[in-house]
């Protein structure tokens, strides 16, 4: 049973910066990539970041040179870095993981990705 479990969300001011963390068990962390995406109310669900199992990444051109998502395989851990926050950027961010292993190109849509999160709200007050 893969699990993951996002955490570091909260209230910030534009401008501002918080790092979102996601750990992952049951499941050869290593072997997967891992993304984030988010959803603000009344909104669908929208890619934020991805990386592939071997630390190719891809954003989202709206967080593109303000977020940064790393991976730390040692932690099983997948982290989104959220700079210059926008109030934009309200929304439920979930974690998610690769259906497949061992993906060559990194995955950006919802339907590549099996096991998700419980969503972490991060709220920008401007």
């Known amino acids: 049973q893969v699990q993951l479990v996002e955490s570091g969300g909260g209230l910030v001011q534009a401008g501002g910066s918080l790092r979102l963390s996601c750990a992952s068990s049951g499941r050869t962390f290593s072997s997967s990539a891992m993304g984030w995406f988010r959803q603000a109310p009344g909104k669908e669900r929208e890619f934020v970041a991805a990386?592939?199992?071997?630390?190719?990444?891809f954003h989202a051109t709206s967080v593109k040179g303000r977020f940064t998502i790393s991976r730390d395989n040692a932690k099983n851990t997948v982290y989104l870095q959220m700079n210059s926050l926008k109030s934009e950027d309200t929304a439920v961010y979930y974690c998610a993981a690769d259906r497949d292993d061992y993906r060559n190109y990194v995955p950006y849509l919802i339907s590549e990705y099996e096991y998700w999160g419980q969503g972490t709200q991060v709220t920008v007050s401007s």
């Open positions: 990386i592939s199992y071997s630390g190719t990444t």
